[in-house]
T-cell receptor
């Protein structure tokens, strides 16, 4: 099992560009989440999904879109990148209730100039 | 409004000694608490959890204590090992079923 995979590992964008961060899991988990980690802020929830076709907003959803067409994949789209979105992004999945033990991917480090 | 607080950004402990990491929360609706460990350039990994119906949970060298009246939990690592050097995040959840993380404590275990 690969667990939770994320691509790319690193990305540099210019302000206003759009891109999609990919996340996939091979554990047949229902629950998937996207977090961002900023210095001194811990991990903050962006969006989450409790199953294919069902998504909801987390703490900091503005500027991001998600969709969940399959159980395995949960891409995060940045619509128009801003320097404030410079961060490390983590995808996580869980086979139980959303907040029980979550398995995290290795992260994507995004810089917006 | 930081609902989960880890007031110590860093902690240094000698190998073999006890490491105690602390976490405070403000939301009385939180009913499940977790600790995650994170190495540089990797995602967090689950370490140990505790439900609000318990006040202690042990897993090998790791023990989590929960004091509901004080809204405080702590993670004890005994004995500490160099491989324990990492950032530790406390997290909590409640009826909304979403995790709220603390800001993390960097633990360094020295030889």
């Amino acid at each position: 099992n690969a667990g939770v995979t994320q691509t790319p590992k690193f990305q540099v964008l210019k302000t206003g560009q759009s891109m999609t961060l990919q996340c996939a899991q091979d554990m047949n988990h229902e629950y998937m989440s996207w977090y961002r980690q900023d210095p001194g802020m811990g991990l903050r929830l962006i969006h989450y999904s409790v199953g294919a076709g069902i998504t909801d907003q987390g703490e900091v959803p503005n500027g991001y879109n998600v969709s969940r067409s399959t159980t395995e994949d949960f891409p995060l789209r940045l619509l128009s990148a801003a320097p404030s979105q410079t961060s490390v992004y983590f995808c996580a999945s869980s086979g139980k209730r959303l907040t029980y033990e979550q398995y995290f991917g290795p992260g994507t480090r995004l810089t917006v100039t | 409004d930081q609902q989960v607080k880890q007031n110590s950004p860093s902690l240094s402990v000698q190998e073999g000694r006890i490491s105690i990491l602390n976490c405070d929360y403000t939301n009385s609706m939180f009913d499940y608490f977790l600790w995650y460990k994170k190495y540089p350039a990797e995602g967090p990994t689950f370490l140990i959890s505790i439900s609000s119906i318990k006040d202690k949970n042990e897993d090998g060298r790791f023990t989590v204590f929960l004091n509901k009246s004080a809204k405080h939990l702590s993670l004890h690592i005994v004995p500490s090992q160099p491989g324990d050097s990492a950032v530790y995040f406390c997290a909590a959840s409640g009826a909304a079923s979403k995790l709220t993380f603390g800001t993390g404590t960097r633990l360094q275990v020295t030889l």
